[in-house]
């Protein structure tokens, strides 16, 4: 563990010891207890601003998917769909229910994080693969 000296000024110090007395625990264990609540928090919101029709949801496995806001479609459908399978945006405009800004977006989106798409892609493949089939 990690050491860090940390300088709270009074008034916030005597809070933070009175809630953590409330909770039976050490100051220190009630800052480490609201830094990683505060980092959960954070985590949960990890859109990016550069897209605002792409956003986060959490998959059944609670890993963080990029999706087009509003619809469930995953980012990573409508890259398959345009690089290996070859689907105009007129296509995927169709097929997904979806406007074209949309899919231009979650394109601009793949380029833009093309190495976190990828790497689902490969993990899904890869469990697909492990698979019996039914």
Sequence with gaps: MA??????????????????????????????????????ALRQTIDDPAFPHITYRRGALGWPTPVVRGTGVRVQTIVVAAHRWGWTKDRIVEEFDLTKAQVEETLAFYRAHSAEIDAA??????????????
């Design 3 to 40: 050491r860090y000296p940390l300088n709270l000024p009074a008034q916030l110090k005597r809070e933070a010891e009175e809630w953590a007395a409330r909770q039976g625990i050490s100051l220190n264990q009630f800052i480490m207890w609201a830094v990683a609540e505060k980092i959960g």
């Design 121 to 134: 892609i490969q993990a899904e493949e890869a469990a697909e693969a492990g698979k019996p089939d039914a």
